[in-house]
């Protein structure tokens, strides 16, 4: 009898128990339905590589009226804000494919150096690549879509937001054609806690010099006021490696 009124002990405790546990995994399913999906897009980590990607590149020289408001302290008294506005898009299948990007900058003065201070971005319209400047590189990059278009000497480039047209660029003449290579130094985020910079090496089969014939900014960039166009350039067949972000807590 002690024998039988401990193995019904028994099975009661293992009873509660599987109940105990069936409640509990019961309660974590209706959590996690009414919790948002997990992100099947996980950010890859860097360095970033694109290929095969053209360019349209205008050199400008800034108004100072909206920019002297977003700058840093330091370089808010600028005699001449100068910096420039970099168009791309590649055809060729990639890990980010489609695969489109654009960017306006500001140079900014560094000992003998210059650094290039991206003050805003569109990229897309695959998602991945817009998060990665976003989570990564700290921008606040917007999704959308850039076109890039080279006949004869001539060239066009869009960048566009919900299929609207915020940049506009042309230019014309090219010449001066000839294999190049080079690497810039972005600041993708300037506070006053943090400073975020980035590399971008880059190696084109065919840079061209050409004379800018339009730029306009339009939307939620017209705020943006160019005052000259200075430069163009176009990249045709251009590699291009960003490096992970190197980040400097002031």
């Not at 890859?44 to 095969?52: E, N, Q, R």
């Not at 991206?118 to 917007?142: A, D, H, Q, R, W």
């Not at 937001?161 to 054609?177: F, G, H, L, R």
């Not at 090496?201 to 166009?229: A, F, H, M, N, R």
Request: hydrophobic residues 35%.
């Amino acid at each position: 009898m002690g024998i039988m009124k401990k193995y019904s002990h028994n099975i009661i405790i293992i009873f509660f128990i599987l109940k105990l546990i069936t409640i509990i995994f019961s309660f974590q399913s209706q959590l996690l339905a009414g919790a948002p999906p997990m992100n099947k897009d996980p950010i890859p980590s860097g360095p970033y590589s694109f290929i095969k990607t053209k360019h349209l590149i205008v050199g400008v020289e800034w108004e100072k009226s909206f920019l002297q408001k977003i700058l840093p302290t330091n370089y808010q008294n600028l005699s001449i804000i100068t910096g420039g506005i970099n168009i791309f898009n590649s055809k060729k299948k990639q890990p980010y494919s489609p695969l489109s990007g654009s960017f306006g900058w500001v140079d900014l003065p560094v000992k003998n150096n210059v650094e290039k201070l991206i003050i805003f971005s569109i990229y897309g319209p695959n998602k991945t690549i817009n998060n990665i400047m976003k989570s990564v590189y700290n921008l606040e990059s917007k999704m959308g879509s850039n076109k890039v278009t080279l006949i004869n000497d001539n060239a066009v480039a869009t960048s566009s937001i919900s299929n609207k047209n915020v940049i506009i660029i042309s230019a014309s003449d090219s010449e001066n054609c000839r294999e190049s290579s080079g690497k810039d130094l972005y600041i993708s985020q300037y506070s006053k806690k943090n400073l975020v910079r980035k590399n971008i090496s880059w190696k084109t089969e065919k840079l061209c010099d050409l004379q800018p014939t339009k730029v306009e900014l339009k939307g939620i960039l017209e705020k943006y006021k160019i005052k000259k166009i200075l430069w163009s350039k176009t990249r045709d067949n251009s590699n291009i490696i960003i490096e992970e972000p190197v980040s400097k807590i002031k």
